[in-house]
């Protein structure tokens, strides 16, 4: 199929700005599709023009029965940054679309300040929970952040603020590359503006002394976390993390997920992680979402829910934690026959029967075992001893590619 869907990235310099072969294909358009913002730096001419609705999904089955016309998508930038070719994709065939970028705005803000490109996490807060920012936070770290509209810079701020960020310093770009832009600049402790809903934040972030800066390896400070005592503890949890493998992309079902722990620690891993946190007492889910927004990855799906129901109308997961519910044989059937081939399954096991069902499903499928013994030191009296917390038999098991 030849293609007839074009993409074409437009910044705030308007159509004169483009390349020729984007301003042919605008030119040439039966139907242009866009924001009122975008098709406003579009001189009028016999186009029909098409509004994106909200959610932009929504537009997509009109764009789908103008198939065969000359159709053009005028959207900011570079469209597959966070952007409208992103979520054509879902939808369209590649071989029926032509993506034409212009500068992204993470490329002007970058060139504004100076940053190289590199040097900074380019993250979206458009339309997502602005804890995304926490995970981002570190000593002289750099963030370039697309804000939701002009309150989100001053959102951002609280957050820091509240967070121990205080001094991080901000610098907010409005309208770049058009007759408006504007910079706006100050410290997170005494930021109070509101600025054009068009713009790009960024932070330098410096910590204050109430900041609590985690790494992103695996193993976070157990009071990092609300519990109740159900939590997978910190050494057992790098243990844990390690067996479960982490790729970019892969999806997590973290089964009995007590405080969330080890589903929050496979987020933080990579970028485009995926996890689902199973976990049928409420007011653990509660803690569970307290924890997933403290900790960067507000985006973990909580399901409240017993196993195996809960989890069967989850997406096949690419690996499985099981924390618990060793006793029942079903929930382990359930989440082994979903894990896809070359899926990793991990099992912690505390008590006797639990143990004892590992050694079953070892005796039946093959598979590693450990046992994990951990002591810490603490103080006894005027001295001080190691405490040891109960062993932990791990049964680690690779699905058949």
């Known amino acids: 199929m030849s293609a007839w869907l074009a993409i074409v990235g437009i910044g705030e310099d308007g159509v004169a700005a483009l390349a020729p072969a984007a301003r042919a294909l605008i030119a040439s358009a039966e139907t242009l599709v866009g924001g009122a913002r975008h098709l406003a730096l579009v001189p009028e001419g016999r186009a029909e023009r098409l509004l994106w609705q909200s ?9 789908a029965r103008r198939r065969g016309r000359r159709v053009v998508v005028v959207a900011s930038g570079d469209p597959l940054c966070y952007g409208a070719a992103a979520t054509l994709l879902r939808a369209f065939a590649p071989e029926e679309m032509i993506v034409c970028p212009a500068p992204s705005a993470f490329q002007l803000a970058a060139a504004r300040l100076k940053w190289p490109r590199e040097s900074a996490a380019a993250i979206s807060l458009h339309g997502r929970p602005l804890d995304a920012l926490r995970l981002h936070l570190a000593p002289g770290a750099r963030i370039l952040a697309l804000s939701t509209d002009g309150t989100t810079p001053l959102r951002a701020a609280r957050l820091l603020r509240e967070a121990g960020w205080g001094p991080s310093f901000l610098t907010v770009l409005e309208h770049m590359g058009g007759p408006r832009e504007r910079r706006v600049e100050g410290t997170a402790s005494d930021w109070r503006d509101e600025v054009a809903d068009l713009n790009v934040l960024a932070i330098e972030c410096r910590a204050g002394p109430g900041a609590r800066p985690y790494s992103r390896l695996a193993g976070l400070p157990d009071d990092a976390f609300l519990h109740d005592g159900q939590i997978t503890k910190r050494e057992v949890r790098a243990v844990t993390l390690a067996s479960l493998g982490p790729l970019p992309g892969e999806l997590l079902w973290d089964v009995g997920a007590g405080s969330g722990a080890i589903a929050i620690e496979w987020l933080r891993a990579g970028r ?32 409240i829910g017993a196993a195996p129901g809960a989890v069967q109308n989850l997406p096949p997961p690419d690996a499985v934690f099981l924390g618990g519910g060793l006793d029942d044989p079903a929930i382990f059937d359930q989440c082994w026959r979903a894990l896809k081939p070359a899926g990793r399954l991990v099992a912690n096991a505390v008590t ?50």
């Not at 959610?55 to 764009?63: D, R």
């Not at 199973?278 to 924890?291: F, K, S, T, V, W």
């Not at 069902?357 to 951990?374: E, F, N, P, Q």
């Open 272 to 303: 485009g992680m995926r996890a689902a946190a199973i976990e049928r007492d409420p007011a653990r889910a509660a803690a569970i979402a307290q924890n997933a927004a403290a900790l960067g990855v507000p985006e973990l799906e909580i399901v």
């Open 352 to 401: 006797l029967e639990g143990e004892a069902a590992l050694l079953r499903h070892a005796g039946t499928l093959g598979g590693d075992l450990v046992r994990i013994a951990v002591a810490r030191a603490e103080t006894l009296g005027r001295h001080r001893a190691f405490r040891p917390f109960l062993p932990v038999t791990q049964f680690t098991l690779k699905k058949p590619p």
């Open 55 to 63: 959610p932009l999904a929504a537009t997509i089955p009109e764009i």
